[in-house]
């Protein structure tokens, strides 16, 4: 079976600072992961994913993943936060089929 | 441009009435998805198609039904059994990636309310 945990369902940052969402996995199986955001009344769009080849993912808008197996985490990170980082972040698994378990959610606010 | 598009963006549904929500691809994926989005929940899955006239109850189907009829159409009827339809629907799509894994896309998503 497979589960994802994200810590906090929300997280404040100030502009121009680290922006740092946490995502935790549970797999019996080499994991596919994914983080997608979602902005007010939109669909999800897709930011990374993890497919087994390197550890660090680069995604879009200068979001980073790394894929840290020990620690069974998937954290989300940005250097520096702009105002139109503010939205809902999921973190997702999949054993790389048709599955995908979303967890619940974490929404950031970028403060001025 | 290649895309999920979903209509319509708002529905309002009455008592004992049934709705269809619509999703359209033509990024010619194989795989549809139909997911139900309520706050603080994230998203849990409705039915899912790998190929036309084939689909799957995922994890909350009850009083939900859908037909795949062709390969760029998944629409999802709420049927007058589904109690507390409320949510927002998201449509998606997927691709298979080169080490195997498939990758979700979504439309833009259907609000429903009901009056």
Redo the contacts between chains.
Sequence with gaps: AQSVTQLG?HVSVSEGALVLLRCNYSSSVPP?L?W?VQYP??????LL?Y???ATLVKGINGFEAEFKKSETSFHLTKPSAHMSDAAEY?CAV?D?????I????TRLKVLA | DGGITQSPKYLFRKEGQNVTLSCEQNLNHDAMYWYRQDPGQGLRLIYYSQIVNDFQKGDIAEGYSVSREKKESFPLTVTSAQKNPTAFYLCASSITGSRGQETQYFGPGTRLLVL
Excluded: E, R
């Excluded at chain 1, 979303?102 to 959610?105: A, L, P, V």
């Design positions: 369902s596919y994914f997608y009344n939109q669909g999800l769009q897709l994913k497919t087994s080849a999921f999949s790389g089929t048709y599955k995908y979303f967890g619940t959610g």
